[in-house]
């Protein structure tokens, strides 16, 4: 067995599990694309230490039932995490409502600047956590054999904040705000409607689970290859995302091994999706 070999199947959470003791447990899916949210219950709750969950699925786009969420957290009291990217630039959110111990978002997703992200903790977990960038900024002094760091948010800024990428993003805010995200959760909800229905036939096969406000849909296009389907969009100048999706385990427990994703915004309607589905029409 060669140095890596050993290693090959191992993820890197999986190592981080067997170092500390700890055992992942992925939540089981549907077959229509749902969470099996019922499979929680089979397990000892009072063993859950950490909870982490996307509020809105970047495979099929489906939304997590938050009151679920919010009386699982209350229960098991485990230190929870939700990924809020897909739903930020998309619908309203409520931190309070939920009650999650921390939040995470990337700006590109709410029309800013790459390279910049946010994770909102409660102030009373941070604490508890240590910081992972050290550098000026974030030692409150460095005299003596331990050094010391700031309290709170502050130990986690190391180095010259890039204020620019801040500003970008807070522009971006401003400008979802004056649009309004009902209006914009009502564009998404028509553009959904629209490609389910044209999606819906024999040379299609969409991947379950979305919700009337969806802003994405995954499929599969009968005797083409995703890769294929990308190629022919992009001569048209329309951009999709193939492959894995970052979740190779979800597409395996669909059956599938690559997708194609179309993603809709405020800068698209459904005249959009009919030229896209449209040209793929055309080329079958």
């Known amino acids: 067995m060669g140095p890596y070999e050993h290693h090959s199947n191992i993820l890197p959470w999986e190592g981080v599990a067997r170092k500390t003791g700890a055992c992942l447990v992925q939540l089981p899916l549907l077959e229509n694309g749902d969470i099996n949210y019922e499979f929680v219950n089979s397990i000892d709750k009072k063993r859950i230490k950490v909870l982490s969950m996307s509020a809105v699925s970047n ?70 956590m240590e910081p992972f960038i050290v550098g000026g900024g974030m030692v409150w002094n460095s005299l003596g054999a331990v050094p010391k760091w700031h309290i709170g948010a502050r130990k986690f800024e190391a180095g010259t904040f890039d204020v620019g990428l801040v500003k970008a993003w807070a522009e971006a805010c401003n400008y979802l705000n004056n649009i309004g995200m009902e209006k914009i959760c009502q ?15 024999k040379h299609f096969v969409i991947v379950p689970g979305g919700d009337e406000c969806s802003s ?69």
């Open 216 to 284: 994405i849909v995954s499929f599969c296009v009968n005797n083409l290859h995703a890769h294929d389907v990308a190629h022919i969009a992009a001569k048209h100048n329309f951009e999709i995302r193939t492959g894995h999706m970052c979740a190779q385990g979800t597409l395996n427990n669909f059956g599938f091994t690559s997708l194609c994703r179309l993603s809709w915004g405020i800068g698209s309607d459904v005249e959009d999706v009919k030229a896209f589905i449209g040209l793929l029409e055309e080329e079958l």
């Open 59 to 128: 495979v099929n786009a489906h939304v997590v039932d938050m009151n679920w969420l919010k009386n699982l957290i209350a229960e098991c009291k485990a230190f929870s995490i939700l990924d809020v990217s897909q739903a930020a630039g998309h619908r309203k959110i409520s931190f309070d409502e939920i009650g999650a111990d921390a939040y995470v978002m990337s700006a590109h997703k709410m029309y800013g600047p790459k390279n910049i992200g946010a994770a909102i903790v409660k102030k009373e977990k941070i604490d508890f």
């Open 187 to 201: 564009s998404d909800k028509s553009i959904w409607e629209y490609a389910k229905s044209r999606l819906n036939n």
